[in-house]
């Protein structure tokens, strides 16, 4: 009997929390031993080899994502303004010693180790009823898992070791930096493998756990983003449009549904992260409803809104978009189906709630689900809820689309780029751009900031753009509470970077050095 052991060290090496997986789906609940596997009991069906890739959709990312997730993008972007859980982002003092820096760095390499065993040992160590379809598609979720980890790696950090062979490590864990441009080329390889041995679909229109797994459209999704960072145009115009007459996404045709837990895994996602109030461990669920969601719209959990809408962003919308209502709350607006207080129907009443929006006078709605309902899902001892939230969406794949192929200009009339920017513009009641009226990259550089506010996405839109350009725009915010007043906070170029996390940098004095070149085999 052939045994296959999980290299335990080197997880720790990583930084890992294991292999556990949770789902909006109670069948992706279910997790293996952490301890290791023999083959003719784990690996020796398609569904156990199928479950090795499950804790990557969602439950690995965990310690990234419960609150680091938005502080590094939302509070960094000037989106939200916090007075705990990383208000030091707001004026740029993080330091390298915080637990908002080690956990994604956790997070991310512990999906690079799963990823690499996987890649590298599955093959040998399943059994021989396992079909190779199986394998195949799993081993291309793998490299999917480990592009998207070196995706938030860089973006993050900048120059990051590459990590091929976990057992490598392990014998000499004090390895180099590797330059952002052979991080993005190991991205790219990634992704280009992914796409060519994931299945391929055309997502159900009726949202549920059969589009909860990636695929060749998911790889290509992706791989479109990647060159759009690289400034590789052509490629990103070419990828994004075989995406998107492939017809596999679309929009959902009502945005306030993107955010209902009953659209979970709905037509317009290409990846998202899984997670389940049901399951009862800490981090299991999701934790936007306590991070953006107000104390009475919570279960469990009595220190709500830790995140809040800046008046920057809250300028930002357009008078008669729907996505605001949908994206951050105020006075007045209502919301029949949402549980608060105790109660389903909920007003946000400045006579009943009177210091309710002290901070900024709005408190965000996406991703806030509110109190249990049959709708909602069970909440767990934390407040953690069942609703998936999205890495990436249609909408992005369009705007994607559209930016290409503006190729670094300030503008374009091409009627394919117009096109899919007024897509997303159609759908939020907005004014589509008319036959003669160009499309400016200032106007979809804005339309993404509102299409993807409180998503973690603004914060890595300013960090691709030249460095002059986005100090001007963050130095401009307001990013004072309404008892300060206004207050702006200028960056400097490295702001724009973070730095690697102080305790692995003790682990790894080879981090602090200068960046080498990576040798591709």
């Known amino acids: 009997m052939k045994k296959y052991i999980i290299n335990i060290k080197t997880l720790v090496l990583f930084l890992t929390l294991g292999l556990g997986f949770t789902s909006c789906s109670d069948e992706f609940l279910d997790r293996p031993s952490e301890d290791g596997y023999v083959s003719d009991q784990f690996y020796s069906t398609d569904e156990q080899v199928e479950r090795t890739t499950y804790g990557m959709y969602g439950k690995m990312w965990a310690p990234f994502y419960t609150k680091c997730f938005y502080a590094l993008s939302e509070?960094?972007?000037?989106?939200?303004?916090?007075?705990?859980?990383?208000?030091?982002?707001?004026q740029f003092k993080l330091t390298s010693d915080s637990f908002i820096l080690s956990d994604p760095w956790r997070s991310c390499f512990g999906v690079v180790a799963q990823s690499n065993n996987l890649i590298n040992t599955l093959e040998t160590n399943a059994g021989p009823n396992v079909s190779q379809a199986v394998i195949k598609n799993t081993v291309a979720e793998a490299h999917?898992?480990?592009?998207?980890?070196?995706?938030?790696?860089?973006?993050?950090?900048?120059?990051?070791?590459?990590?091929?062979?976990?057992?490598?490590?392990?014998?000499?864990?004090?390895?180099?930096?590797?330059?952002?441009?052979?991080?993005?080329?190991?991205?790219?390889?990634?992704?280009?493998?992914?796409?060519?041995?994931?299945?391929?679909?055309?997502?159900?229109?009726?949202a549920g756990d059969e589009n909860i797994f990636?695929?060749?459209?998911?790889?290509?999704?992706?791989?479109?983003?990647?060159?759009?960072?690289?400034?590789?145009?052509?490629?990103?115009?070419?990828?994004?449009?075989?995406?998107?007459?492939?017809?596999?996404?679309?929009?959902?045709?009502?945005?306030?549904?993107?955010?209902?837990?009953?659209?979970?895994?709905?037509?317009?996602?290409?990846?998202?992260?899984?997670?389940?109030?049901?399951?009862?461990?800490?981090?299991?669920?999701?934790?936007s409803n306590v991070q953006y969601g107000l104390d009475i719209l919570n279960d469990g959990a009595s220190y709500g809104a830790t995140y809040v809408p800046s008046n920057d962003i809250q300028d930002a919308f357009e008078v008669g978009d729907l996505r605001r209502k949908e994206s951050y709350l105020i006075y007045g607006d209502e919301y029949p189906n949402i549980k608060a207080d105790g109660v389903v129907g909920f007003k946000v009443d400045k006579v009943k709630y009177p210091s309710l929006l002290d901070n900024t006078g709005a408190a965000v709605k996406k991703y806030v689900v509110g109190q249990v309902t049959g709708e909602t899902g069970p909440v767990d001892n934390w407040g953690g809820m069942n609703n998936c939230n999205y890495i990436m969406r249609y909408a992005d794949l369009l705007l994607i689309h559209a930016e290409a192929v503006m190729a670094g200009a300030n503008e374009t009339t091409d009627a394919a780029a117009k096109e899919s920017y007024n897509k997303v513009r159609r759908r939020a009641g907005l004014a589509e751009l008319g036959l003669n009226?160009?499309?400016?990259?200032?106007?979809?550089?804005?339309?993404?900031?509102?299409?993807?506010?409180?998503?973690?996405?603004?914060?890595?839109?300013?960090?691709?753009?030249?460095?002059?350009?986005?100090?001007?725009?963050?130095?401009?915010?307001?990013?004072?509470?309404?008892?300060?007043?206004?207050?702006?906070?200028?960056?400097?170029?490295?702001?724009?970077?973070?730095?690697?996390?102080?305790?692995?940098?003790?682990?790894?004095?080879?981090?602090?050095?200068?960046p080498v070149p990576y040798v591709f085999k």
């Open 144 to 206: 999917f898992f480990r592009a998207i980890s070196y995706f938030y790696l860089v973006r993050l950090f900048g120059p990051v070791p590459i990590i091929e062979d976990n057992l490598a490590l392990a014998k000499n864990p004090m390895v180099n930096t590797n330059r952002i441009e052979d991080v993005y080329k190991f991205i790219e390889n990634d992704l280009k493998y992914a796409a060519a041995n994931l299945k391929s679909k055309v997502r159900s229109r009726t």
């Open 75 to 90: 509070l960094s972007s000037g989106n939200c303004l916090a007075y705990a859980d990383g208000p030091e982002l707001i």
């Open 437 to 514: 009226v160009p499309l400016t990259k200032s106007a979809l550089f804005q339309e993404r900031r509102v299409e993807f506010a409180f998503e973690g996405e603004f914060w890595y839109d300013l960090g691709r753009l030249p460095r002059a350009e986005a100090i001007e725009i963050v130095s401009k915010q307001d990013r004072g509470f309404d008892s300060q007043g206004v207050k702006h906070y200028t960056p400097v170029e490295t702001d724009f970077i973070f730095p690697k996390p102080e305790i692995d940098v003790r682990k790894n004095p080879k981090l602090k050095e200068a």
């Open 214 to 287: 990636v695929t060749q459209g998911s790889a290509e999704s992706f791989l479109a983003k990647v060159y759009l960072y690289q400034k590789k145009y052509s490629d990103a115009k070419q990828m994004a449009e075989k995406v998107i007459a492939s017809g596999e996404f679309d929009l959902l045709p009502n945005f306030a549904d993107l955010f209902l837990t009953s659209k979970n895994n709905n037509h317009e996602s290409i990846y998202s992260w899984q997670w389940s109030g049901a399951i009862g461990e800490y981090q299991g669920g999701n934790f």
